[in-house]
């Protein structure tokens, strides 16, 4: 089981049993190494052992296409309300930080990457975050899937981050339970319009989009602002239901 070592801002993968070269010396990874361990550099200085959790893995996967923000992935959950066992529809998978979430909270997750290349490394990254036999990477294109395919059953969710998603959202309702949502992300406002546009013509319910935001505070002996640092603007969600 892949583990973090942690200390102060140095955070590193490691694997039990290897040897792992860092600024403060070498760490010899026990085979047993456990989460609450502290283990020692042949310097002597002490690395913390953490359990990987969903936030770690999106600074820690390999990166290919843009991965949703964890904020970002927080209000699509909160909304359409993910629970174990749901069957999700997700595209593109990029580097899958999307999907890993959703597996690791039970759902199965069939996802499609159009670029061969990036699939294979989403497949590695689904192995690192546990939920590689929940998350099922396919390589190719949603659009000729959905053309293509006549087992896909219905979805509890679909959960879209790419230009064409209008197009899939044409067609949710074949592809949605009763009650189902369909869910984009789209960094920009164009590309939203469509998006709503498409769920209305096709008839889905309760369209709903929203520009999420979030201003991180400086405390300091100044006094307290948002911060002047980072961006406040991430992208756009867009929500419609199949009822
Ligand atoms: C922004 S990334 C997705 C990031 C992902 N949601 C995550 O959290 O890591 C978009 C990905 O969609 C892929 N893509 C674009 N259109 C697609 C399509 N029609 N079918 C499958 N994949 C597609 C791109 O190659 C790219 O890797």
Do not use: W
């Not at 843009?66 to 993910?82: F, Q, S, Y």
């Not at 969710?157 to 949710?172: G, I, K, M, S, Y």
């Not at 929203?210 to 929500?239: A, C, K, N, W």
Request: glycine share 10%; no cysteine.
């Amino acid at each position: 089981m892949t583990v973090l070592v942690v200390r102060g801002d140095r955070e590193f993968l490691v694997e039990p049993g290897e040897d792992f070269g860092t600024d403060l010396g070498v760490l010899d990874v026990p085979e047993d190494v456990e989460p609450g361990d502290t283990i020692t550099t042949h310097l002597d200085e002490p690395f913390e052992v953490r359990r990987l959790r969903s936030p770690d893995l999106f600074h820690h996967m390999e990166r290919t296409g843009a991965p949703m923000m964890p904020r970002d992935i927080g209000l699509l959950v909160g909304h359409v309300g993910v629970q174990s066992g749901d069957r999700v529809l997700d595209a593109g998978t990029g580097t899958g930080v999307l999907s890993a979430y959703l597996g690791r909270m039970g759902a199965e997750v069939t996802t499609f990457e159009r670029k061969a290349e990036f699939a294979e490394v989403a497949r590695e990254n689904m192995e690192l975050a546990g939920v590689a036999d929940r998350v099922d990477v396919n390589s190719g294109d949603v659009l000729d899937a959905i053309d293509e395919r006549d087992d896909f059953g219905e979805f509890d969710l679909l959960t879209l981050d790419t230009q064409d998603a209008p197009d899939v959202v044409e067609r949710a309702p074949d592809l949605l339970a009763d009650g189902g949502f369909v869910a984009v992300y789209s960094p920009f406002v164009e590309n939203t319009r469509e998006v709503v546009e498409a769920a209305r013509e096709t008839g889905l319910s309760n369209v709903e989009s929203q520009e999420t935001i979030q201003r991180e505070m400086d405390f300091d002996d100044r006094g307290s602002r948002p911060s002047t640092r980072g961006v406040g603007h991430t992208g756009y969600l867009t929500f419609a239901r199949n009822v």
